[in-house]
């Protein structure tokens, strides 16, 4: 027993010491960190030991933290120059009539065309305002369970007027019912928006078409199945490397600068698809673009409880 | 109508209370919560306009609240800049019948505003037919007439028509439509309202000599004569 005691020493004189280095190096980057330089790194030792694990994993970290604040950096310089635009076209239509409009209807016109300006920053605002809100995750306690045909009939039947009034048809496969949980008219939204996209990217004649089925779950999978709903049109279609941005906001491939939009759509329809858990695939429907959205059908307690009597 | 503006910000309140006032209505403002709050408690009005975030630490929900503890049962229309989804079910929670959030347009907020004093009157009164000049629809079995010929419409064209015959004289806006049509409460993007209308014109005023539908700039729709 006693010659235990002087070992137990040193090996809690190596751990304090231990930490204490560890200690010095995350104070030492911290201190970098507060003023904003995310580059500091912990450095490895190099001997692949606990000292090392942990300095991998907090520099993991700050690669995280660094690569967030990245974003937010280039979502705010999109933010401000997407609204600048639309906040100069109203400021130089009024100064343009304030100077040099000579009767009461050009004023009026000028004024209108401004006000527009910004109904459409105020729009921009409200899709930016409703990402974060959704990322921020509060309303899945809104989730419920229905029945995703006749959501998905209702959409349709209000878009398919606008496909038709554009000589578009779209062609619907549907089962007779396909169970759902989610927030129903926040996940109608998302449907809107792809549909929305399918009908501005076709051209006139084209067809759309919207398919949806249920894939039963894998063994051992963690849920009770996925609900697949796919809507492809064959319009201009997307390059691979703009469908790697199409869901970043503000993104407008370049092709497409000439029609109307804020470039917030996809955003708007991934922070709802990950809110439901699901995944957002987009993919050439050679030609044109196809959009898939796949949701996992969380287990639910009754099919828990048979799951044990079984 | 009588209408009690409860508003601090006094760009907003001039706008609104000019626009009222334009539209023949009489206005009585106030400034802050504790006014509004005692206004709204002591005199009579058609329909109250209440912004939700109020200085003098009296906020719109506590007048809305206070008043409908008092089973006063006053239509109330909550102006707010919450967008939120989550702040216009409080709202409407705490007994508020309408929420038109900031920025808004004066028709947007005049066409809610009397739809909702109209709601208020015509509630005791349960309809099963609707007549606009020689339109003519029944409720119960769905017939829709016009000249005495027999219209034949898809299901969500009559509630569109039901939904503007009931408002008849007054000016429905797009969004007054979305909601009340078709409950979706988002921004669609494109003019999707504009096409069913159109559609619906096809039907009942195509074939007739003057229109019923008629399109109010910068506004909406009106069913009128
Ligand atoms: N179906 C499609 N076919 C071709 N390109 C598409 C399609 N859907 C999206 N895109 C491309 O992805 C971009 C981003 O789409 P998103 O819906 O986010 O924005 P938007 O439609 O331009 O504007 P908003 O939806 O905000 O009105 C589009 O501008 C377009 O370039
Ligand atoms: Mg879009």
Redesign the pocket.
Known sequence: MPQLKPNLYSFGWMIREMFQRIIHLIHKSTAAITHGDFSQHIPLIGNGDERDDVAIAINAMLDGASQQMDTVRQTSNAIAHDLRAPIARARSQLEDAALYAHTEAELRTAINHAVEQLDHVTSICD?LLRIAQIEAGGRRSAFTRFDLVPALQDILELYTAVAEDRGITIETTLPATLPFHGDRAMFQQAIA??L???I???PSGGTITCFARFMPPQPHSENDGTIELTIA?H????MAE?MAN??KRF???????H???????????QAIVHLHGGQLH?ANNNP??S?RIDTPLPHTKISKITDIHR | MRVLLVEDDQTVRNFVAKGLAEAGHLVEQAEDGKNGLSLATSEKFDVIILDRMLPGGVEGLHILKTLRNQNNTTPVLLLSALADVDEKVAGLKAGGDDYVTKPFSFSELQARLEALVRRNRNEAQPQTRLTIGDLEIDLLSRNVKRAGQKIELQPREFRLLEFLMRHAGQVVTRTMLLEGVWDYHFDP?TNVIDVHISRLRQKIDRPFHHPLVHTIRNAGYMLQE
């Open positions: 899709a928006n792809v929305d996209n399918a501005k990217f076709s049109d319009g201009i279609g997307m703009d199409a869901t993104f407008r491939a370049e092709q497409t600068r029609i109307s939009g804020s470039g917030l759509g996809l955003s708007v329809v987009l044109g673009l959009v | 993007q």
